[in-house]
Each structure stands twice: as structure tokens, then as C-alpha cells.
């Protein structure tokens, strides 16, 4: 089974800031990865998916970068409405098709 | 417009059974492979299940297998969770979700539809 780690746990950033979140899996996954954001009380949301491509109607700040084992989700300069957790998932070897534990990126 | 309409949660005594549904509408359910996963409260999200489009193949995170059951019904575009033998750690919200653009794979994030999740609670 692949497990995915991801650091920070959490994230302090300031609005206009520049974040970037991490995403290691426990064996290589090529580019099978994708990244989600969750706010309170909503599902999550796609974001980026095999590892690099911006999912419909995301905006240019999100971009994602990475192959094999590492991974990278970074924000340009966070907007109000970035505050929220993040997860990544992949769907190399399933099942299960894992979640990381997520990041939270919150406010400074 | 897509909608993935759960329903079927509530509270539930350890040992005891639940079955969760998902209505879908506005996608070609019957062509796409369909996922559960779920989120105890203040924790992460879990992966817990896929079924194959036209349901003859299923998948299960460990903690579920004999445990949970996932089934559809593609005359009516519904697909279910049978929960039985339910835990103390069985309690989250659960969700539908479909990331299959009908391609045959279970999951490759062409399209991105999950429901608004439905509250499981089990407790004596």
C-alpha cells in the first residue's frame, strides 16, 4: 500500500505570501497525484491532478510540480479565500486510492 | 447541472446496520466508475470504496472489507453503501464522488463531482 505524507501539518502565512506544501509518497507514483482544498463544511474541491495540470476553473496561482516520490503544491501569493486544508491523493496502486493527512494553510 | 444527493445518515448503536445512498443527475452515471469516501470528524479524508460502471467489479480500503458493501443501481441512478457490523470509528461524514470521465479508468480526475456528504453516527 502507498502512503503519502505530507508537511507542514500546518501552514502561517500572511495574505499575499507565497506558500508552498509538500507531498511524499512512500514509493513512486510517476505523476499520479492530485491535490484538493477543503474549507469548513464543504467537500473537497480538485485543484491539480497528475501532478501538474490545473483542474477546471482554478486559478494560475495554484500550479503543482513533481514526479516519482515528491511533490509540491504552491500558491503564488495567497488570496483570503486560499485559507483552507489541503490533501493530496493518487491513484498509481490502488485500492486504496490514499489520501495524505493534508495541510492546513492558515492565517498569520 | 451535476448533482450527487446523499442521503440514508444518521445515528446508529455499535454492531448496528445503515444503508447511505446517492442520487446522481445531470452526468451519465451509468458509464462512470463511482467512489465513498468519508471524514471522521476534525480528522482527514478516507478513501473507502469503488465500483466499477456497470458494477461488477468492487474495491475496499481494509478497514471496510466484510464490513461495507458498495452497490449501484443504474436503472435509477443511484449508488449505495450497505454499512453493517458498524464501529465507534465508522462515524463520519460520507461521500459520494465520481472522478471518472468514463474512460474506463476508476479514477483519473477528468471530472470532479462529489455530494454535500451525509452524518454517520454510531453510539450507544
Known amino acids: 500500500e502507498i502512503v503519502l505524507t505530507q508537511s507542514p501539518a500546518t501552514l502561517s502565512l500572511s495574505p499575499g505570501e507565497r506558500a508552498t506544501l509538500s507531498c511524499r509518497a512512500s514509493q513512486s507514483i510517476s505523476s499520479y497525484l492530485a491535490w484538493y482544498q477543503q474549507k469548513p463544511g464543504q467537500a473537497p474541491r480538485l485543484l491539480i491532478y497528475?501532478?501538474?495540470n490545473r483542474a477546471t476553473g482554478i486559478p494560475a496561482r495554484f500550479s503543482g510540480s513533481g514526479s516519482g516520490t515528491d511533490f509540491t503544491l504552491t500558491i503564488s501569493s495567497l488570496e483570503p479565500e486560499d485559507y483552507a486544508v489541503y490533501y493530496c491523493?493518487?491513484?498509481?496502486?490502488?485500492?486504496?486510492?490514499?489520501f495524505g493527512p493534508g495541510t492546513t494553510v492558515d492565517i498569520k | 447541472q451535476v448533482q450527487l444527493e446523499e442521503s440514508g445518515g444518521g445515528v446508529v448503536q455499535p454492531g448496528g446496520s445503515l444503508r447511505l445512498s446517492c442520487a446522481a443527475s445531470?452526468?451519465?452515471?451509468?458509464?462512470?466508475?463511482m467512489h465513498w469516501v468519508r471524514q471522521a470528524p476534525g480528522k482527514g479524508l478516507e478513501w473507502v470504496a469503488v465500483i466499477s460502471y456497470d458494477g461488477s467489479n468492487t474495491y475496499y480500503t481494509d478497514s471496510v472489507k466484510g464490513r461495507l458493501t458498495i452497490s449501484r443501481d443504474n436503472s435509477k441512478n443511484t449508488l449505495y453503501l450497505q454499512m453493517n457490523s458498524l464501529r465507534g470509528d465508522d462515524t463520519a461524514v460520507y461521500y459520494c464522488y465520481c472522478g471518472s470521465t468514463g474512460s474506463g479508468y476508476y479514477l483519473e480526475w477528468g471530472v470532479d463531482y462529489w455530494g454535500q456528504g451525509t452524518l454517520v453516527t454510531v453510539s450507544s
Open positions: 445531470g452526468f451519465t452515471f451509468s458509464t462512470r466508475a
Open positions: 491523493q493518487q491513484r498509481s496502486s490502488w485500492p486504496p486510492f490514499n
Open positions: 497528475d501532478a501538474s
